[in-house]
């Protein structure tokens, strides 16, 4: 034979009145008896076996002296009792909210782990809740949902299509919750300018080594890097924003997957940092128009390639020679140079795209 075990999770809660109701039947006494004994009134005593009202810590002493049953027997069938309630009275909340699942990209997000999966609805909601870090549907849409139409979150984002809140709120989740376990010195707006020219010097290398790098770099400047794959309709490409007044964070997606707009988009973000403040989160809203972004691009562009620098560049013929020589002048990746000649229009975005470095997630391999 063999011994299973099994669960019981009941849909149903008894109030601790039905065993005060049978404690006090098997003493032979009545309602109004143990009232006159407690000093309590009947109709107070019928209101606990009722279920109507609690009892206190205080009546719980009072059941002791008359009965001869612990207090914390009394204490403890209350507490779980009110616990058992709150749970059903919850599930039933959860039951009436599983529409919300669908504004997620949930099985994208059971896939990689982020959110686990439920053994019916109400859990599924519960579990997706515990991922946000929201305790009912109308606290995430206070947060997460105004946050994406507020002016709150600056966001680089493709503009050709519209991302969906549930992608984009899921995404910037996990970043935060991945930047929590970034230890960080205080952020030191010095030393994080340090950090970005060294940063610079690694485009030239693998990921193996620069990520690594650039997180520990950043991190002892007080900036978390994290890395987050991007979500099916988020379409987002990088996120800035402060986690505390002495932690900043930038969040990156590797949406185009090739160096040079991995790298423009770091040092798009680390602009935002250096010019924009402690403000908690910029919003671009749906396209990346404004002055902040026009100030961000700027910042990223001049660091990665001085302007009279690149302005010796555009002079004669472009060709694959003069880019590589150009690259190591400055001692960049030449897919940064391509996707800056690209942009600006001084050269077809067929053209030189092999000196780019294409880049992918360990588990595309």
Partial sequence: MTKQLYSFNPDYVVAPGETLLETIEAFGMSQSELAERTGLTAKHINGIIKGRAAITPRTALQFERVLGVPATFWNNLEANYREKLAEL?????????????????????????????????????????????????????????????????????????????????????????QAHDIKCKPYNTS??????????????????IFVPQMIELCADAGVCVVFVPEIP??????A???????????????????????????FHEAGHILLHGKKGYFLEGVNNDGDQEEEANKFAADFLMPPDK????????????????????????????????????????????????????????
Avoid: M
Wanted: proline share 3%; hydrophobic share 40%.
């Fill in 310 to 365: 690149y302005t010796d560049l555009l002079e004669g013929n472009i060709s694959r020679a003069k880019i590589v020589a150009f690259a190591n002048e400055l001692r960049i990746a030449p897919g940064i140079i391509v996707g800056r000649l690209q942009h600006d229009r001084y050269v077809k975005f067929s053209y030189f795209n092999d000196l780019k470095v294409r880049l992918k997630w360990s588990e595309d391999e």
């Fill in 233 to 238: 309709k988020c379409r987002v490409n990088g």
């Fill in 89 to 177: 009275e919850e599930r039933e909340q959860l039951e009436s909210e599983v529409n919300w699942l669908k504004q997620l990209p949930l099985k994208v997000l059971l896939d990689r782990g982020w959110i686990k999966k439920g053994s019916d609805n109400a859990e599924q909601v519960k579990n997706a809740l515990n991922f946000f870090g929201c305790a009912t549907v109308d606290a995430w849409k206070e947060y997460w949902q105004k946050l994406f139409y507020s002016q709150e979150v600056v966001f680089r984002k493709s503009t050709a299509y519209e991302s969906e809140v549930g992608a984009v709120a899921a995404w910037l989740r996990q970043g935060e919750l």
């Fill in 191 to 208: 030393a994080f300018k340090q950090a970005l020219k060294k940063i610079r010097l690694l485009t030239t290398q693998p990921p193996e």
């Fill in 240 to 266: 800035t924003r402060w986690i505390s007044p002495n932690k900043a964070l930038i969040q990156l997606s590797l949406r185009y997957k090739t160096d040079d707009h991995l790298w423009f988009t770091f």
